[in-house]
Every structure is written in structure tokens, then in C-alpha cells.
């Protein structure tokens, strides 16, 4: 059973940066496309970026996300990371790492495809 663990959360003011960080274990296969999500207070969890296992890391980012955001995988630390920079009140939330079945990521991004995910990481972003 694929077991994620996210940390790196935590509070920021409005144009800072953080890193989120994710690591799989509980599985020898580590062909899954990857991804993070947020959801915010009453709002639906909502894809921010994916990357596929293969492909030299082909990535996807929400619109939200576009320059501002990358996501990084590590294949032999067997984790998954998301840089955010320039960061706005409406990213906050808490955002949850994901592993799909499959090595290549749909787009856009849907929690539909992702199986299996970790218990989340608050982000909380002062104006």
C-alpha cells in the first residue's frame, strides 16, 4: 500500500515563498504520476500541479499556478516536492500530495485519477 507523507507547511506573508515536500513509501513501483492538491476553507480540492514518471519529468500546473509554482520529483529519495513562490491569500489551504496508478498524468489535473493520498499539510498566507 503507497503511503505519502507531506511536510514543509506553515504560515507566510503574501509574496513569500515555501517548500512542500512529500515522500512515498510502502512500494518497490514508483512509476506514478504524482501530484498536489489545496483545499481551501468550503471549497473543493482542486489540482495545483502534476508530473508525470516519465518524460524527464513533463509537469502540469493549474492556471493559478503558471510561473509561480514547480513541481520536482525525486526518484531516488522517492519524493515529491512543490516550490511556491510569490505567494497570494488564495493559496492557502491545505494541500495534499497524490499518487495516480499510472506513470503519466492527465490534464487538467482531477482528483479522480489519484488513488491513493496523504493526510495533508496547512498553508496559510497573510496579506
Known amino acids: 500500500q503507497v503511503h505519502l507523507a507531506e511536510s514543509g507547511g506553515g504560515s507566510v506573508q503574501a509574496g513569500g515563498s515555501l517548500r512542500l515536500s512529500c515522500e512515498v513509501s510502502?512500494?518497490?513501483?514508483?512509476?506514478?504520476?504524482l501530484g498536489w492538491f489545496r483545499q481551501g476553507p468550503g471549497n473543493e480540492r482542486e489540482g495545483v500541479a502534476s508530473i508525470h514518471s516519465v518524460g524527464n519529468g513533463i509537469m502540469h500546473l493549474a492556471d493559478s499556478a503558471q510561473d509561480r509554482f514547480t513541481i520536482y520529483r525525486n526518484d531516488a529519495m522517492k519524493t515529491v516536492s512543490l516550490y511556491m513562490n510569490r505567494l497570494k491569500p488564495e493559496d492557502a489551504g491545505v494541500y495534499y500530495c497524490?499518487?495516480?496508478?499510472?506513470?503519466?498524468?492527465?490534464?487538467?489535473?482531477?482528483?479522480?485519477?489519484?488513488?491513493?493520498w496523504g493526510q495533508g499539510t496547512q498553508v496559510t498566507v497573510s496579506s
Open positions: 497524490a499518487a495516480d496508478g499510472r506513470p503519466y498524468c492527465n490534464d487538467p489535473i482531477s482528483s479522480k485519477d489519484f488513488r491513493s
Open positions: 510502502g512500494t518497490t513501483y514508483w512509476n506514478y504520476c
